[in-house]
């Protein structure tokens, strides 16, 4: 289990790596910010001063090569469009992503193993059939137009939820219901399969001879053997909730990292792009070990691998 581990975070560390290359030099694709914070009249030795005081005037190896430098200490720099380092502005946004991600997960997860589990009771059932389509709408709707909807019904009609800002509990309900309405869909499909599997093994039908609860057999026996394809899925969807988070925070006007991000790319605010890149990829690869750990856990075969 250790060597999968090890090997787990080498690849990692060897994807971190090409992403610091890649959104270095990616970002800087974008043109030159003296063009967005400069009038269109400005003087060309003003224009000179600017790219000089923000290292934009030299090679792009040497902008790179001082970029890895102060990474190694943490310094991304200061924001030209908020003059604040670009770590506290990430950090100071990552909380507010992490809860929208967590609750939507979480309920998600929920919805998606109680669903799935009542559906493989009975397959090919009128339940059965009723959530497959319900799982299937959910995986296909888009956020952005899901988004968009709930805050016309839910908040312009009927005004029973704000639209967007940050508050109160209620702030929340929209923007993690429509997150986790996707990934849901997804886990009810998922489980549903896992657990119709699961449901047809030897050991069930020897729990059923044993004359153990249907409720048993399927929330304790089935569900734990079903779970490896579960995880699987969980840890894509949550992962993937990164881009969806993008859309969600935009719309519901969440000061999460999306939001910043967006706002970073449209003002070309290198510094802000790159801490909130390489922080998010640090964030995804250790959900991604934690799931690896977890999935080990659970398959012997893994384990002792």
Known sequence: ??????????????????????VFFLSRLTG???DLYLPIDTPAD???AFSQAHGFDDPMIVQFGHFLANLV????????RLERPALN??????????????LA????????????????????GVLDRFINVISLCGASVPNFWLALV?????????RWLPTSGMGGPEYWVLPVIVLAVRPCGLLAQVVRGSMISALSS??????????????????????RNAMLPIITVAGDQASGMINGAVVVEVIFGLPGIGRLMMESIQYRDFAVIQAGVILTACAIFLLNIAIDLAYALLDPRIKHA
């Open 1 to 22: 289990m250790n060597g999968y581990v090890t090997k787990r975070m080498l690849h990692s560390l060897i994807s971190m790596m090409g992403l610091i290359i890649l």
């Open 32 to 34: 030159n910010p003296s």
């Open 46 to 48: 003003v224009r000179a």
């Open 73 to 80: 200490h943490l310094d991304f720099g200061s924001s030209m």
């Open 89 to 102: 502005l990430v950090l100071e946004a990552f909380p507010v992503s992490l809860t929208l991600a967590v």
């Open 105 to 124: 997960m979480a309920l998600a997860l929920v919805i998606a193993i109680v669903a799935g589990s009542l559906a493989a009771r009975s397959p090919n």
């Open 150 to 158: 709930s805050v016309l019904v839910f908040a312009v009609w009927m």
């Open 202 to 223: 030897a050991y069930v039908k020897t729990a059923r001879a044993k004359g153990v609860s249907q409720r048993v057999i399927v929330f304790v026996h089935a569900l």
